[in-house]
């Protein structure tokens, strides 16, 4: 069991700012997802939290200690690497044992935690056996035992599963989080799996270039991203974001761009209201197949995905993606969707931050009445 708080957690590589000031408060049992794209400071964090890096700046505390400045070993901590790190001269019990005996538990003690261990996760038949004679599941469960054997307060992993086959990663991913709701350790997790995060975390952590975009629970990223940017790091394809205007028109808003006219949930102002210059953005799959919807596109090219297709469109010289049931149209195809005024989402055309509807008390300028929402 494990609180772990990170403040102003900064780490420079030289020159290079590789994480700048991560502050973040994980309650016990949580299990986080560090998400981003490659080279945004996961594995840094990461090794930093394990005390296998050094942090330039900030503070770690785990259930209330500062730990900054503790050695790994205590920290409670258990690290599953992507390599999975396993002895190859040794055999899958020994392997696992490995970081008890380095403990002095007594004999009696290891063996049966590690009897423990290797049945919840199914390798009491492979414990003779040594890493070279194993799949690479197997491994990664090895690699898994020899962390929960330690009984850590929370588990860390570097993107333990991106070595396996998708129906085995899957597979594992399933398993890992029967065991978190078996346990309730505290689980940090990298990876930079989208599906991997959706399905596991209770909270995504997104990073970009060493900061932290957006925390919040996977519906909450998806639903209301906090920026263009974690928009289209989000969802197979991501939302589709282009250059719109906000204008009322006859007592109702809309959004407008070349081949593109909606209408969006917002209040129409009474005093009217002067065009705004946005970033729009719909999903893929929020585009509904509607012989009367207000979007007339033609159909470049389809892809096929299994269950559905994505459509990549152009409305006038606006491109577009739909994510639609298959088989729908055909390239060549000029066909018309519809968008519920909900499903439309609106970030700043500068900072890409996302905007909210906030009536303003304090002037009566109209077009401040959309405001950029909290980076929540
Ligand atoms: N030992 C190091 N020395 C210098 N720069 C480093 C070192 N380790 C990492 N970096 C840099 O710090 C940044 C963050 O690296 P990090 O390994 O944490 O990224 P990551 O998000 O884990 O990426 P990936 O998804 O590719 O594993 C990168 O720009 C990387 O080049
Ligand atoms: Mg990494």
Redesign the pocket.
Same mark, same amino acid.
């Given at each position: 069991m494990s609180r772990i708080e990170l403040s102003g957690l900064t780490?420079d590589?030289?020159s290079?700012r590789?994480?700048n000031s991560i502050d973040l408060d994980v309650a016990d049992g949580e299990f986080i997802v560090?998400l +981003?794209? &490659? +080279?945004?400071?996961? &594995?840094?964090?990461?090794?930093m939290i394990a005390g296998l890096?050094e942090p330039t700046a900030g503070e770690i505390r785990i259930d209330g200690h500062d730990v900054t400045d503790l050695p790994p070993r205590d920290r409670r901590l258990a690290m599953v690497f992507q390599s999975y790190a396993l002895y190859p001269h040794l055999t899958v019990a020994k392997n696992v044992a490995f970081p008890l005996r380095a403990r002095s538990v007594r004999r009696a003690e290891i063996t049966g935690r590690v009897e423990r261990v290797a049945s919840s996760l199914a390798l009491t038949e492979l414990l003779a056996r040594r890493p070279a004679a194993l799949s690479g599941g197997q491994r990664q469960r090895v690699a898994l035992a020899r962390a929960m054997v330690q009984e850590p307060g929370a588990y860390l992993m570097?993107?333990p599963l991106s070595n396996l086959d998708a129906r085995l990663r899957s597979a594992t991913r399933t398993e890992l989080v029967d065991l978190h709701d078996r346990i309730g350790a505290t689980f940090l997790y990298?990876t930079?799996d989208q599906i991997e995060a959706m399905s596991m975390a209770t909270r995504i952590v997104l990073?970009d270039s060493?900061h932290v975009e957006q925390v919040g629970a996977p519906d909450e990223l998806y639903d209301q991203p906090a920026s263009t940017f974690v928009a289209a790091f989000l969802g197979a394809p991501p939302m589709c974001l282009f250059d719109a205007v906000v204008a009322s028109e006859n007592d109702r808003m809309v959004v407008r761009a070349p081949g593109i006219h909606l209408p969006i949930d917002l209040p129409t102002p009474a005093g009217g209201y002067a065009p705004h210059e946005v970033t729009a953005g719909i999903r893929p799959e929020r585009m509904v197949l509607d012989p009367r919807g207000q979007i007339a596109a033609e159909v470049l090219t389809v892809e096929n995905v299994g269950s559905d297709e994505v459509l990549h469109l152009r409305a006038h010289t606006t491109t577009l993606q739909a994510r639609v049931r298959r088989p729908t149209a055909r390239a060549g195809d000029h066909i018309r969707l519809s968008v519920a005024a909900g499903d439309i989402h609106l970030f700043d055309r500068s900072s890409g931050r996302r905007l909210q509807w906030k009536p303003d008390t304090s002037t009566t300028r109209e077009n401040t009445l959309i405001r950029q929402g909290a980076a929540s």
């Open positions: 780490k590589y030289g290079t590789a994480l560090f +981003g794209p &490659s +080279g945004c400071g996961k &594995s840094t964090l990461l090794r890096a570097d993107e990298v930079h990073l060493g």
